[in-house]
């Protein structure tokens, strides 16, 4: 039940914390994106330190915040991801090994896809969700509600672009979970946990004008 749990975490929340950070640094966010209603955060692993990252989170805060991977690229990482009990597997491509271990795993996996045939095949594939990338954070929420005319069901995680004053336009273009960096990674606990009430509002109130 893992992959459906962790799938319906992140559906909930509607948004995550996209970290690039030293561990101490990435667990004082977690805080903050906690106390801020936003439970949900992928650490890079573009950083060496990510899996410790990981555990730290874990250690002190156990299964309050869902801790993901992000730059997932290939089998050995998202093996090594697994390993630390990453919640999720985020990445800025689409890569077969990585879908087969988080299939296997039963880990919800976002792909980057950066084309519809790469989209579905993706989705065919077995993948969660959808990272629409480059081009998403490059075109804009336009480009969303385009893509999702002929193809209605793509799940959509998008990041990359989405700020707390762009939210809502991503939303109403169809993009199911936002991920945000910079404002629910600067700052102290406090701050972030500020913002990260603001992104909380303002997905509750999208959702609850478009039931």
Partial sequence: MKKFDNTRRILDSGALAVVRAEPERVLEIAR????????VMEVSYTNASAARAIDLVHDKLGDAVLVGAGTVNNGPSAKDAIAHDAGFLYSPIFDQDV????????????PGCSTV???VQAM??????????????????????VIKTPI??????????????NIEEW?????????????????????????????????????????
């Fill in 32 to 39: 903050g994106i906690l106390q801020g209603g936003i439970p």
């Fill in 124 to 145: 065919r594939a077995g993948a969660t969700f959808i990272k629409y990338f480059p081009y998403g954070a490059i075109l804009g929420p336009k480009v969303i509600s």
């Fill in 152 to 165: 209605p069901d793509i799940p959509l995680l998008e990041s990359g672009a989405v700020t707390t004053d």
């Fill in 171 to 211: 939303l109403e273009a169809g993009v199911e979970v936002v991920g945000i960096g910079g404002a629910l990674s600067h700052g102290s606990s406090d701050d972030i946990a500020g913002q990260a009430r603001i992104i909380r509002q303002k997905i509750d109130v999208f959702r609850s004008k478009n039931k």
């Fill in 99 to 110: 879908m087969n271990i988080a299939n296997e795993y039963q880990v919800p996996y976002a």
């Fill in 117 to 119: 045939t790469e989209i």
